[in-house]
């Protein structure tokens, strides 16, 4: 009596889009800057398809953690001392980007996800795809024509 197989199947993953596809927010002149502005970096990071390694999602992680972290102990320690809640530190480094944060999640979520998916849909992204170079086979030196081994001097004398 046989077994039942069971096959596993990977979840397949939809294709990267091109970069013609990228939004302003997930250009590298924009990515640059928020990195001083968090967490909109790691959160731009951790729902792109463009940058969807494990390395840069580990280092999204890692940098909303310690970012809340650090504004978790910041906030305990100014109520420890008395001293106001409102940090101006904190609104300079935290307000820009989570305002930025809230800009790009809104246009992603609402215009360009939706807009990537319907191209995906309809039959990808061959329109967009970067133009190829033209192959052009390798041309043939005009060389000398090699004979075909026949085997060493040596050789030929032991078959005779």
Same mark, same amino acid.
């Given at each position: 009596m046989q077994q039942p197989t +069971?096959? /596993? +199947? +990977?979840? /397949?993953r939809p294709p990267v889009p091109p970069e013609a596809l990228k939004p302003w927010y997930y250009q590298g002149w924009f990515l640059v800057p928020t990195f001083v502005w968090w967490p909109c970096s790691a959160i731009l990071f951790i729902r792109s398809p463009?940058? $969807?390694?494990?390395?840069?999602g580990a280092l999204s992680w890692a940098w909303i953690i310690v970012g809340g972290g650090w504004i978790f102990l910041r906030t305990q320690f100014r109520m420890q001392n008395g001293e106001p809640l409102l940090d101006p530190t904190l609104l300079a480094l935290a307000a820009p980007g989570v305002f930025l944060t809230i800009l790009t999640q809104s246009l992603w979520l609402l215009r $360009?996800?939706?807009r990537i998916r319907r191209i995906r849909d309809a039959g990808g992204f061959a329109d967009y795809a970067e133009p190829e170079r033209d192959h052009i086979e390798p041309v043939e030196s005009p060389t000398r024509r090699r004979r075909p081994n026949r085997g060493s001097a040596r050789s030929r004398r032991r078959r005779r």
């Amino acid at each position: 009596m046989q077994q039942p197989t +069971q096959e /596993t +199947q +990977q979840p /397949t993953r939809p294709p990267v889009p091109p970069e013609a596809l990228k939004p302003w927010y997930y250009q590298g002149w924009f990515l640059v800057p928020t990195f001083v502005w968090w967490p909109c970096s790691a959160i731009l990071f951790i729902r792109s398809p463009w940058h $969807d390694g494990v390395v840069s999602g580990a280092l999204s992680w890692a940098w909303i953690i310690v970012g809340g972290g650090w504004i978790f102990l910041r906030t305990q320690f100014r109520m420890q001392n008395g001293e106001p809640l409102l940090d101006p530190t904190l609104l300079a480094l935290a307000a820009p980007g989570v305002f930025l944060t809230i800009l790009t999640q809104s246009l992603w979520l609402l215009r $360009d996800r939706p807009r990537i998916r319907r191209i995906r849909d309809a039959g990808g992204f061959a329109d967009y795809a970067e133009p190829e170079r033209d192959h052009i086979e390798p041309v043939e030196s005009p060389t000398r024509r090699r004979r075909p081994n026949r085997g060493s001097a040596r050789s030929r004398r032991r078959r005779r």
